[in-house]
């Protein structure tokens, strides 16, 4: 495979896309393009999914024309969604059983001057796990499945999902629990007050031992403040940073990772005794 730089080939999209009239249709900040040994793979993200099918036919002809000079383009075209309403249907029943199935949730999205019903069914599974924040009944169940499908459509690269083909999407067990705990929002808080002050900071650093122990950001998941929140009778606790690591998406894994060592060199910008005081732990 020839190797091309990743402005010429991002030059080569952005010349076709205006040509067709389509340049103002994409998101460049979220669109990314990233080499590997198979190809480069674009992610190429529109604002408003009316452009999709014109801009997926552009993007092939781009493919095309890369290929022939030998280099190998890995494309995923996708539109940018917002959640416009969520209202409830009712349970799923199917006929001769007595008891629901699930709940169902019909949902609007729209991205742009393009709309697009979706279905969204909750497990009873699902509905048990998440029974400690249901106090608010269905409107709470309905800000749930909203923020469902919120984090559904934040998740990008060739594992997006597209509601136009997929308009189906079911809240199970697994994704009521990453709903009920939101591991990631949990995470982020810690990271924030591990290193929200001079003496917080100093608090957190004291916990580190050994060169460089600040970077380790295994440790450092033990160093954070524990999971929290309400907890109903019988329901199993998420006790540790692990397990809540564990429940994020490898995109969030290295999206907190990322968001931990940006707030440490932030900290230590801002409070340079760190850097004197923590010198063993903080070394990279």
Known sequence: MRVMAEKDINQLLRERLEQAGLLGCLDEKRSSLFPTPEGVLADIVLKDASALESAQKVV???ERELEQKGVWLLPTVRALWGVKNVEGVGGIYQYGLPEALGILFRALLQSG????????????????????LLAGGEDALRNIVRDFLGHQLSIGGAGYW?????PHQELD???ARYMRWRPYEQLKRSVDHALGSLEDARRFLKCFSGTGGAHDFNAVLGKLAGPGGAIARGE????????????????????LETY???????ARKKWSELDRDFAQVLAA
Request: charge should be negative; aromatic fraction near 10%.
């Open 260 to 266: 931990y060592l940006q707030r440490l060199a932030e």
């Open 173 to 175: 067990e697994g994704a």
């Open 60 to 62: 092939e002809q781009a």
């Open 162 to 166: 597209d509601p136009i083909r997929h």
């Open 236 to 255: 199993q606790f998420q006790t540790s940073n692990y397990q809540l690591y564990e429940l994020l998406l490898d995109i969030e894994k290295k999206e």
């Open 113 to 132: 001057g393009r709309t697009q019903e979706v279905w969204v069914s909750v497990a009873p599974s699902a509905f048990q796990v998440l029974k400690p």
